[in-house]
């Protein structure tokens, strides 16, 4: 059974940092796409960073270009996302997700990804 659980979460003042971590168990995820998607109230999903598990660019949504990481941990089964100068707007249930299709730009798309976690509240302070 696939399990995709995020940790992480919590308070964060504005400018600081924080990191999500998202531990994968269940199956051999070498080949998937690994995600991170937020979901703020009253608004539509959207796509934060993905990257392949085997390797290869890391992707952005255009407003965490710079501010965001994304990193896997291969020998630990799990994936970062490190959130740096977070800002209010940044305030959401961030989800991982994963994904055996997605690839290069696709890898925004949530309707590629097939199993996701439970979310993990950020609150970014001002």
């Known amino acids: 059974q696939v399990q995709l659980v995020e940790s992480g979460g919590g308070l964060v003042q504005a400018g600081g940092s924080l990191r999500l971590s998202c531990a994968a168990s269940?199956?051999?995820?070498?080949?998937?796409?690994m995600g991170w998607f937020r979901q703020a109230p009253g608004k539509e999903r959207e796509f934060v960073a993905a990257?392949?598990?085997?390797?290869?660019?890391?992707h952005y949504a255009d407003s965490m270009k710079g501010r965001f990481t994304i990193s896997t941990d291969n020998a630990k089964n799990t994936v970062y996302l490190q959130m740096n100068s977070p800002k209010p707007e940044d305030t959401a249930i961030y989800y991982c997700?994963?994904?055996?299709?997605?690839?290069?730009?696709?890898?925004?798309?949530?309707?590629?990804?097939?199993?996701w976690g439970q979310g993990t509240q950020v609150t970014v302070s001002s």
């Open positions: 269940g199956r051999t995820f070498s080949s998937y796409a």
């Open positions: 997700a994963a994904s055996p299709v997605a690839s290069g730009e696709f890898q925004a798309e949530a309707f590629l990804y097939d199993f």
């Open positions: 990257v392949s598990w085997s390797g290869g660019d890391a």
